[in-house]
Structures are given as C-alpha cells and as structure tokens.
C-alpha cells in the first residue's frame, strides 16, 4: 500500500466521530421534514383548496372550520 | 435473596436486601408509593439500601401514619409501624383537592390511581373508552386497547390498580410518518365533528378529553402507530420488530367484564411494549425505550408543541385568576403610538397582563397563546368589565395553526398592530420563524410589530432562551417588515429586586 494510501485511511478513520455525528444531523433533519410535509399537506387539501373556489363564504367556513380542528 | 426492613423513619427505608423485586409502601392501608429493591437503590452492590421518601409525597409527610412495607407480587408484609413526621397533630391524608386517594404513578407523579375503585367507579371510564373506540372506528381506523390498559385486561382482566388512565392505540394502514400524520389530523377532524375535545400531543397522538354528566373532565390518549420494513412503531414508546399478522384482524380482551378491541395477538404488543417480563406485576415500572427508538418517534412525530408543558406548567397555578395589574412598557407604547381604533393583536399573550390593559382602554385586542386555559382569568375579567378581548390559541411551533389563524387575519380590513412581548424568546428558531410569518401575513395591509426580546444579560429569566437581536431584525426584514426602531434596554418588573434585571432588546417593524 502507498504511503499516501494509509495517510488517506488514518484520516478517515481520525474523522470518522464527526462523520457519525454529522450523519446523525442529517437523518434527524431529514426526519423532522415529515412533520413539516405533514402540516402543509393538511393545509393544502383543508384551506387552499377551499380557497381556489373563490367563494368567499366557504372559504370562510373553511378558514373557520380549519383552526377549529387544531 | 435476603429482604429485611431495618427501619422506617422521617428520612426513608432503610432495607438489608440482596435481590431485586418490587415493594409496596402504604400509609394507613392506601399505596403511596412502590419501588424495586436493587434498581431503585443509590449502590444496588451494597445490601444495606436506603431509599429516601420520594419528593413528590414529602409535600404530604406532615402527621402521623401506620407505615406498611409490603412485597408486592405476594403481599407479605415486611414492616408496619406507627410513624410520626412533622409535627403536625393529624393523620397524614395523600388526596387531591377532590379527595381522592394518591399513588405514584410510573412517571413519579402523585395521580388518583385505580386502586380501591369499585366496579361502579370504574364505569364512566369504561362508557367513555366506548364512545372513543366507536367514533376511531367510524373515523377508518381500527383502535383496540394499549400499553397499561391492555396489560391489565390480559393478566388480570381489570385495570392495573397503580394505573390512572386509559390508553388507545391503532396501527394506521399508512406506511409513511408523514401520512400517519396526515391521517391523525384527519381523525382529530372527525372527531371534533363528532364534539369530542382534543388535545394533540405530537404529529401521532392525541387526547381526547370527555365531559361526563357530573361535570367530571375524563382524558382519554390514542397513540397512533404504523409498520415499516417489518418494524412497528407505536407513540410513544415502541419501535421493535413486529409481524403484520400480529397486528390484524383484531381479537378481543375482557376489561371489568366488558369485551373492548385488541391487536390479533395482544402479548405481542405487550411484549414490545413492557419486554419480556411483561407477566410480571411491576407497579413501579419504567419504560426503557432505546435510545434509538425515542430519537426516531421524536423526529418523526414531535416537535409540533416546544416548551408547551412548562409553559403549561409554569400557569398551571393562576387557573382563572385575573392577570396582575397594569401595562408593560412596551404595551405602553404601543398604545401611545397606535391610533385607538387600531386593533391589538397580542402573541404570547400569557396570562394577558397586556391584552387586558389595553382592551380596558378602549381597544379591540385578540390575545393569543398555546397554553390552554391561561387566559381564562383576563377573559372573565375583561368580560366583568365590558372590554373588548377576543382569546384564540395559536401555536407558533405548528404550522398549520400559524398559517390557519393567518389565513383568517390576512382577509379582514382593519388597521392592526402585533404586540409580541416574550414570545420570540419562549419558542425555538422555527417559532421565530413562524412569528415572522404571521406578522407579515396579519400586518400586510399595514401596522406594526412591537416585539421584546431577552438578549442574554442581566439575570436569566425562567423558561425564556436569549434571542440575538440582530437575527431577528433580518428574520423581520426577510418576511417584508422594515425595522422603523432598534433599543436595547434594561427591564425591570416593579416587584424584581435589581440583581433580577434582565436585558431585553426592542424591535418595531412596519410592514407596507
């Protein structure tokens, strides 16, 4: 193995915590984006399809109904 | 395995033990509190083990008692003496305000426990489980029995007696957290239709609160679970492996006499639930979730509702009490600045010291915060008075409720000013973000942001974070606000001793 081979593993090997550890971050991240998916999937099919109806006393009604679901 | 009690005094028990089971303590014949031998002890090596009264029931040690110390599988009794604590010329009683006798409960809470309840007691519990499996059912999903509640009707056919809730569950056909979520809106949804009141807990569970005919307030949880790669996950403490067939169809269990739902095969569940020993009666038993479980439920499924329970703790105490009086300096402002017909609305408003004031001179003030209940007491006083205050809830940490309420705002026409006095500061960075959001879908058409932060010096206010303030005027800026004012300044309530100053940052934004 080349010298520049076994400097290239120990370095890996000497980041590898802060790799876990970034990696960690991420997946929480990525987990924390179903809540927010969520959220705005309940918004999209309860108000702003009511609201392209134009309508303005069932959107109303669907502002109204909406909050008072939460 | 030796047990023996060597004493039992002011400070605690003293046991010479060498094992590890389960005891009971009772005062004068009611539990008050069970703990493991060996896991509950400082050194569990040592055989001589002390065990200090918790802290929870030192609030009650005040009188006197018959002390009984009793294992709790078998019920032999180990100890029973006559015990003074305090001075006190009283029996000591553990009751709530309603007297109803107390137990620990597996969160180290004092909770009216199950035990000593009749069959009659039992029944207005058991009516409401009914109504609330039914309306699940009709809403499309195939609730049974869970956790505690299950666990009693499989080993014992009745309620745990160191038990103190009912709980629910179901397994949705989604396989996705985000539509497990979507889908316990939807049910949330339906079930208030139905006039049921929730209180949601996280993206997957909720509880549903019943009135029942005396007037008694009755909680009900449902914990929303799903299946994954052969994996099951249940709110709010399993994710182990599981079989789909273990799951559906359903089976039935017997809860005191009475036939309730319960997944196909019940002591699967309770073994992902409780482990293997799940046989074992454990009154004093704690959930050991791994690590890896709680971080996957977290991220997935909370939070929707950051720093709520302190919050709801923290107000707890001044239920329907009016807020104190007077106005902050900022609400002062405001109102010097603001033309009276200019609508006040008030985020965070707490016990509504601010929202109150300013309704008593003469505006229209919606207050707003997360915390149920916490401004009961400025509504009835505001009401008593003939003021103008209108309470909505409003929870900068889900976004549905900051894009429905601002929704609801963004149509109506009247000039407005946002007064926003410790809140940026009580939530986390997507509350202040949400803030932002609201301020500019409610200030659009033209008003102010009156805002006040704590920015980290002086003396640390409880439950508050310190806010820079730098970020939240380009937090401001970036949702359309153009910062008219920047002050940085010392606050001090009138009753806070000088070394309890805070340093707070103040920001006014004009939107259009």
């Not at chain 1, 970034?22 to 987990?31: G, H, I, K, P």
């Not at chain 2, 180290?108 to 009749?118: D, L, P």
Request: hydrophobic share 40%; aromatic share 8%.
């Amino acid at each position: 193995m080349a010298l520049k081979d076994i400097v290239k593993r120990t370095r890996a090997r000497r980041d590898l915590p802060q790799r876990v550890a970034d990696l960690e971050a991420d997946v929480l991240e990525l987990r924390r984006h179903n809540l927010r998916l969520a959220e705005i999937v309940d918004v999209v099919t309860e108000l702003v399809v009511p609201l392209s109806s134009r309508d303005q006393d069932k959107i109303d009604a669907a502002i109204e109904k909406f909050n008072e679901s939460l | 395995m030796t047990l023996r009690v060597r004493s039992v005094d002011e400070k605690g028990i003293l046991l010479w033990a060498t094992g590890n089971e389960p005891l009971d303590v009772l005062f004068d014949g009611q539990r008050v509190w069970s703990f493991w031998t060996g896991r509950d002890a400082d050194i569990p090596v040592v055989p001589w083990r002390r065990f200090r009264w918790p802290k929870p029931l030192r609030r009650y040690l005040d009188g006197t008692t018959k002390v009984t110390v009793r294992t709790h599988v078998t019920g032999r009794v180990l100890s029973e003496s006559e015990l003074r604590f305090g001075s006190a010329d009283r029996r000591i009683s553990v009751v709530n305000a309603a007297g109803a006798p107390l137990g620990m409960d597996k969160s180290g809470k004092m909770t009216a426990t199950f035990e000593g309840r009749s069959q009659r007691d039992m029944r207005p519990l058991l009516d409401a489980m009914s109504v609330v499996l039914a309306a699940l059912e009709r809403a499309g999903v195939e609730p049974f029995l869970a956790y505690g509640t299950l666990l009693g009707a499989v080993r014992e056919g009745d309620f745990l007696g160191h038990d103190s809730d009912a709980d629910l569950g179901y397994v949705s056909r989604h396989e996705h957290p985000c539509d497990v979520m979507v889908e316990s809106f939807r049910l949330q949804r339906l079930l208030r239709r139905e006039g049921l009141q929730i209180y949601r807990y996280s993206g997957a569970a909720f509880r549903v609160d019943l009135v029942e005919d005396d007037g008694t307030r009755r909680g009900l949880d449902v914990f929303g679970g799903f299946m994954d790669g052969g994996r099951l996950y249940l709110m709010g403490e399993v994710g182990e492996d599981f079989r789909p067939e273990w799951v559906r169809p359903r089976s039935t269990v017997t809860l005191s006499g009475r036939e309730f739902p319960a997944p196909a095969r019940p002591e699967e569940l309770l073994r992902a639930s409780y482990g293997d020993s799940w046989r074992v009666p454990d009154p004093a038993f704690r959930f050991r979730t791994p690590q890896h479980t709680v971080d996957q439920l977290n991220g997935w499924f909370r939070g929707g509702s950051a720093f709520r329970r302190d919050w709801q703790r923290a107000f707890s105490r001044f239920r329907g009490q009016p807020p104190p009086k007077g106005a902050s300096a900022l609400a002062q402002l405001l109102h010097e600045e603001e033309p009276t017909e200019t609508q006040v609305l008030d985020v965070g408003a707490g016990r509504g010291r601010d929202a109150l004031w300013l309704s008593r001179q003469g505006r229209s003030v919606t207050a707003y915060d997360y915390v149920p209940g916490s401004l009961d007491g400025a509504a009835s006083a505001a009401a008593a008075g003939g003021a103008s205050l209108d309470i909505r809830q409003l929870n900068l940490t889900d976004l549905r409720s900051v894009l429905g309420e601002g929704a609801r705002l963004a149509h109506g026409s009247a000039p407005r000013a946002m007064l926003a006095r410790h809140v940026a500061d009580a939530t986390n960075g997507f509350g202040r973000e949400s803030l932002a959001r609201f301020a500019s879908m409610a200030l659009r058409d033209g008003g102010r942001l009156y805002l006040e932060v704590w920015t980290g010096g002086g003396a640390p206010p409880p439950r508050l974070l310190a806010v820079d303030l730098t970020q939240m005027r380009r937090r401001l800026e970036r949702h359309g606000g153009r910062v008219v004012r920047t002050e940085e300044l010392e606050e001090r309530e009138a009753d806070v001793p000088p070394d309890r100053a805070m340093e707070v940052g103040r920001l006014v934004a004009q939107w259009a």
